[in-house]
């Protein structure tokens, strides 16, 4: 049964027996397998849901980030010219998406239809007080406050500019939920592959103890490793593909809920939540297997041969 140098058939019949052992022990062990099973698609299921959370905090912070702009306030005696020779600049200016002039007048009006009934305090000026200002919204390339500031700092050494403001510190806070975002998913994908891992070790490490004197006699009958870790890998693979689909369903289920039926009470939630590409529905099955199989290599190592 040793298998160097064995033939295509005799690996295809090792396969048939790995697959029927695996599967007679999937039936015997049925509770510990069902629990473990669950244990897999409960962790699945959360990281998931975190994975979706934290996919729908992106859109939104990058949604948020588009509608961001530097406003620039030129000169009070800034003349016609002037403000024709900065439009242009910023026109042909590589990190700047959208150019929008408002004229001092402009300005005023926006005041007034702010202030509404209170307009009238502002009656007192002839004319409006306010500077002409250019609103520009950068490229998303932009988005690092490190930059922007730079790029800031640019503009107001520009002729004709009197300041240039943007919302640094709100950029800075997006920039920092964003980063902080990413780095939790990372910690927490970690965190749930090593207990997925580590579920699966345990459950595969009480089999080898519930079979260790079959595994000793297979090993007197001239069984080669392959012959006797096999069916422990295949029976891995199933808890967490088994776990993976669960976790799929109960995904699938809840998105459904929330989309369908929540939406009805809470409107917003449309517009917050993305849409889940159906490719995910397969790959957490593909990833739950990978977790198990991890945790069933790192079992069947305990084999002493």
Same mark, same amino acid.
Request: charged share 10%; aromatic share 12%; with cysteine.
């Given at each position: 049964m040793k298998t160097k140098g064995v033939s295509k058939g005799v690996w295809i019949e090792i396969f048939k027996y790995s697959l029927k052992t695996a599967v007679k022990s999937i039936g015997h062990e049925k509770w510990i397998?069902?629990?473990?099973?669950?244990?897999?698609?409960?962790?699945?299921?959360?990281?998931?849901?975190?994975?979706?959370?934290?996919?729908?905090?992106?859109?939104?912070?990058?949604?948020?980030?588009?509608?961001?702009?530097?406003?620039?306030?030129?000169?009070?005696?800034?003349?016609?010219e002037g403000e024709e020779i900065l439009k242009n600049h910023f026109l042909q200016d590589a990190d700047i998406e959208e150019v929008k002039y408002i004229s001092k007048e402009d300005a005023f009006q926006e005041i007034k239809r702010t202030l509404g009934s209170n307009a009238m305090i502002l009656d007192v000026f002839r004319e409006s007080p306010l500077p002409s200002s250019f609103e520009l919204k950068l490229k998303n390339a932009l988005q690092d406050p490190s930059r922007i500031k730079e790029k800031v700092g640019q503009l107001q050494k520009m002729e004709?500019?009197?300041?240039?403001?943007?919302?640094?510190?709100? @950029? +800075? %806070? /997006?920039?920092?939920?964003?980063?902080?975002?990413? &780095?939790?998913?990372?910690?927490?994908?970690?965190?749930?592959? $090593?207990?997925?891992?580590?579920i699966t070790y345990s459950t595969i490490k009480i089999f080898l103890h519930r079979r260790k004197e079959e595994i000793e006699t297979l090993k007197l009958l001239g069984a080669s490793r392959s012959f006797i870790r096999l069916p422990y890998l295949m029976e891995g693979f199933f808890i967490g593909t088994m776990?993976?689909? @669960? +976790? %799929? /369903?109960?995904?699938?289920?809840?998105?459904?809920? &929330?989309?369908?039926?929540?939406?009805?009470?809470?409107?917003? $939630?449309?517009?917050?939540?993305?849409?889940?590409?159906?490719?995910?529905?397969?790959?957490?099955?593909?990833?739950?297997?990978?977790?198990?199989?991890?945790?069933?290599?790192?079992?069947?190592?305990?084999?002493?041969?």
């Open positions: 397998n069902f629990l473990t099973v669950l244990s897999v698609s409960i962790g699945l299921t959360i990281l998931c849901s975190f994975i979706l959370i934290n996919a729908n905090m992106s859109t939104a912070l990058q949604r948020w980030a588009k509608s961001f702009g530097v406003v620039v306030y030129l000169d009070e005696d800034i003349s016609r004709g500019v009197h300041e240039a403001q943007y919302g640094e510190k709100w @950029l +800075s %806070s /997006l920039n920092t939920i964003a980063k902080t975002i990413k &780095i939790g998913s990372i910690v927490f994908g970690t965190a749930i592959f $090593i207990a997925v891992t580590f776990g993976g689909v @669960l +976790s %799929s /369903l109960a995904i699938l289920g809840s998105y459904s809920f &929330i989309m369908y039926k929540m939406v009805e009470f809470m409107p917003a $939630i449309k517009f917050v939540m993305s849409s889940l590409p159906s490719m995910i529905y397969l790959v957490i099955p593909l990833g739950g297997a990978v977790m198990s199989l991890t945790g069933s290599f790192i079992a069947i190592g305990k084999i002493r041969y």
